[in-house]
Structure formats: structure tokens, C-alpha cells
């Protein structure tokens, strides 16, 4: 029962700040369960690769495999988001609300992911999965962006007083075609 100092206040609307507090607190409370469901996915998935592997085709079981692991990526990639949006609200860094969080929120799916790719790399070769080649080339146009980023910052300014600037500014406009090129290319080339 809710106390009286406890009661919810219904005469203002929820705020964003209210909606992502219950959710981090449902989960919490729940945190056995997300630990289990977690433990599934790879388990689980895995398991249903290898039944798909086993029809006419394997195309049932790389589509499955293919979706378990995007699943366990958007896992991974929703908890760096709560991650973010926390470290701006508690004016903390990364590794201070980690410190904060619950482990099995903050472990658990880093870990399902890595599980998901060690038992599915047991079904099927990773290179063979829509997903791996998708995750590796998004990492390389990350990667590849990061690195102009940095270089660009290096430069204080690209104006035409900068003794070679231009040349500099065509060869990394150069090396982001070659890549586009590459990864258009490799997007369009069938699976093996």
C-alpha cells in the first residue's frame, strides 16, 4: 500500500525525468528477471540457429542468428544511450553512474552480446551473418570518421592561408569516397 506521503501526483503531467526514473526502477526491481532473459537470448538463440541450420537451407537459422545478435546490439546500444542520458542528469561521469547503476543492468548486456557471438560463432562462421557485415562496416565508417574528426582538429582553420590546405582537404575527401565506394560495392555484392 502507498502511504500517504507516497501517493502519486496526479494534478501534474509525467515528465521525462519521471518516465526514465520508473523504468530504471522497474528494471532494478526486476533485475533477476532481466538477468535470466538475458542468459536466454544467447542460449536461446543459439539453439534456434542450430534447428534453422538444420532445414533444406540454412537460411532459416542465419536470419535467426542474424537477429539475435542485432537484438543483442540494440541491447548494448540502449544501455550506452540510459548511460549518456544519466551522466548528464547526475553531473557524473561515465564510471561514476556505472559505479552507481545496478550490475546486472550495466554487465548484463555487453555480456549476452559477447555470449550471443561465442555460441552462434559455434553454428555458423561469423562472416556468413547479415548482421556481422553490417556491425563491421558501420564500425569502420565510425572508425574511419573518428579518425578525420581527429585530424581535423589538429588544423586551426582550412581557410587558403594555410600553406596546403587544399591539398590535404582533396586527399581526405579522397580516402571518404574510396571508402563510400568500397562499402557501397560490398553492400550491393551477394552473401557467400
Do not use: N
Request: charged fraction near 15%; proline fraction near 4%.
Amino acid at each position: 500500500m502507498l502511504g500517504e506521503s507516497q501517493a502519486p501526483d496526479y494534478k501534474r503531467p509525467m515528465t521525462l525525468m519521471d518516465l526514465l526514473k520508473a523504468a530504471y526502477d522497474g528494471l532494478h526491481t526486476h533485475s533477476a528477471l532481466v538477468a535470466l532473459l538475458l542468459i536466454a537470448l544467447p542460449v536461446g538463440g543459439t539453439a534456434l540457429a542450430h534447428i534453422g541450420k538444420g532445414g533444406r537451407t540454412d537460411a532459416d537459422g542465419k536470419l535467426i542468428a542474424s537477429l539475435v545478435i542485432g537484438l543483442a546490439v540494440l541491447l548494448v546500444f540502449a544501455e550506452l544511450v540510459a548511460l549518456l542520458i544519466a551522466t548528464k542528469v547526475v553531473h557524473r561521469d561515465v564510471f561514476g553512474v556505472m559505479m552507481m547503476a545496478d550490475a546486472v543492468l550495466i554487465l548484463g548486456p555487453p555480456l549476452s552480446l559477447a555470449a550471443c557471438i561465442a555460441g552462434l560463432r559455434m553454428v555458423f562462421p561469423l562472416g556468413q551473418l547479415a548482421t556481422i557485415r553490417t556491425l563491421r562496416d558501420a564500425g569502420l565508417m565510425l572508425g574511419v570518421g573518428a579518425a578525420l574528426l581527429w585530424v581535423l582538429s589538429r588544423f586551426k582553420g582550412w581557410g587558403i592561408w594555410f600553406l596546403g590546405s587544399i591539398a590535404e582537404l582533396i586527399v581526405i575527401v579522397g580516402v571518404v569516397v574510396a571508402l563510400g565506394v568500397y562499402l557501397v560495392r560490398r553492400s550491393t555484392k551477394e552473401p557467400r
